[in-house]
Every structure is written in structure tokens, then in C-alpha cells.
């Protein structure tokens, strides 16, 4: 059981360019979430999804898009990357409500020169 | 406007002493709370959580306290160990609102000296 997993680790990128983060969970969970943490903040939403095939904007979506397409994948694409994207980029999944607590993969380090 | 706020960015204690972390909350529809441990290059995990409809959870050496009319938490650590030194989330969450997301504070980092 390998929980929430993110690809890849790190990935340095210049100013422009695009890519896709990969986040896996296999607890069966129906809502993924994407997040970026800031140096000094805290987590702030980027999108989430409530079950396959559903996307929807969190508190921070601009220059972000992502799809669903299985249940336990989450894909988070950068369409144009800008350096204010540099940041840790946390993927997490949980049950439904009332469950309420969210499981987090290890994180994915994006630097944009 | 942030909704969660840990006012201290960070808390040095003694190991075997208490550790007190605070988060204060300022959106009434808030009705469950979470503490999150972090850990260097590895993402948060959940630690404790609390219902509004309650004023205390317990769990080992942790410990939350509610104070809803203060809009009010606290998460008690007795005693402090020195692998319990990571960043500390407090988040919050309204089932009636926000489809059940979790709104995060910034964090405030434990030091436990040996």
C-alpha cells in the first residue's frame, strides 16, 4: 500500500516552458486535491476533484490546469510556467465527507528560472 | 483574509516540557479541526482532530482544546519529545460550506531541545 504518490521529485524549468505533475493514490479515495506551499505559508488550494471525471477551482487556479480522468490519478499541468510558480506542490486524496482528514504525498520542488 | 492564523511562526521548548501551539480561526462555519505534522521533504500527515460539537480531544501526548466562542485552538503536546520538532498545520473545515475542503494556516515550527 503505497498511499499518495507524486512524480517526479523535483524538476528545475525555465520561464515558458510546460509540464505535468502526476499524483497516485490507492486507498480508493474519491476527492484529490492539489496544493503549493509557499516559503513561511501555509497550504493553499490550487484545484481539486470530487470523484472521476470532476474538476474544480480552489483558492489559487491561474496558470494551473488539471484533469481526472481515473480515480486514482490527479494530474496537475503548467501551461506556461512563470517564476512566481516555484513552490512545493503537495498532492492529497481522502473519503468523501464527513471523513475529514486528507492524506498527503511526499511533494513535488518546481523551480522556474 | 485569512480564515486560519498561527500567529508564531515557531516554539522552542525543552524536551519532557509542555508544548502549547495556538491557531485562531475567524469564519463561524467552521466545524471540524485538524492539526497536520510536517516533516523536512515529506508531505504533512494528520495527527489530531476535534468537532465543534466537542471542547477537548485526546490522543496519547497530544491533546486539542476548542474554545469556540474565542474561535480558539490549541493543540498540547506533554511531554515534548524531540522527534516531535517538525512544522505544525492547523486546519479548518465547514460541512455545510467549502464542499468539506480544509482551509490551512500557516504553520508554526517545534523545536524540542534534548
Known amino acids: 500500500n503505497a498511499g499518495v504518490t507524486q512524480t517526479p521529485k523535483f524538476r528545475v524549468l525555465k520561464t515558458g516552458q510546460s509540464m505535468t505533475l502526476l499524483c497516485a493514490q490507492d486507498?480508493?479515495?474519491?476527492?484529490m486535491y492539489w496544493y503549493r506551499q509557499d516559503p513561511g505559508m501555509g497550504l493553499r488550494l490550487i484545484h481539486y476533484?470530487?470523484?472521476?471525471?470532476?474538476?474544480a477551482k480552489g483558492e489559487v487556479p491561474d496558470g494551473y490546469n488539471v484533469s481526472r480522468l481515473k480515480k486514482q490519478n490527479f494530474l496537475l499541468g503548467l501551461e506556461s510556467a512563470a517564476p512566481s510558480q516555484t513552490s512545493v506542490y503537495f498532492c492529497a486524496s481522502s473519503f468523501p465527507p464527513p471523513a475529514n482528514e486528507q492524506f498527503f504525498g511526499p511533494g513535488t520542488r518546481l523551480t522556474v528560472l | 483574509d485569512q480564515q486560519v492564523k498561527q500567529n508564531s511562526p515557531s516554539l522552542s521548548v525543552q524536551e519532557g516540557r509542555i508544548s502549547i501551539l495556538n491557531c485562531d480561526y475567524t469564519?463561524?462555519?467552521?466545524?471540524?479541526f485538524l492539526w497536520y505534522k510536517k516533516y523536512p521533504a515529506e508531505g504533512p500527515t494528520f495527527l489530531i482532530s476535534?468537532?465543534?460539537?466537542?471542547d477537548k480531544n485526546e490522543d496519547g501526548r497530544f491533546t486539542v482544546f476548542l474554545n469556540k466562542s474565542a474561535k480558539h485552538l490549541s493543540l498540547h503536546i506533554v511531554p515534548s519529545q524531540p522527534g516531535d520538532s517538525a512544522v505544525y498545520f492547523c486546519?479548518?473545515?465547514?460541512?455545510?460550506?467549502?464542499?468539506?475542503?480544509?482551509?490551512f494556516g500557516d504553520g508554526t515550527t517545534l523545536t524540542v531541545k534534548p
Open positions: 486507498m480508493n479515495h474519491e476527492y
Open positions: 486546519a479548518a473545515l465547514s460541512h455545510n460550506t467549502n464542499a468539506g475542503k480544509s482551509t
Open positions: 476535534i468537532s465543534s460539537i466537542k
Open positions: 476533484s470530487v470523484g472521476e471525471g470532476t474538476t
Open positions: 469564519n463561524s462555519m467552521f466545524d471540524y
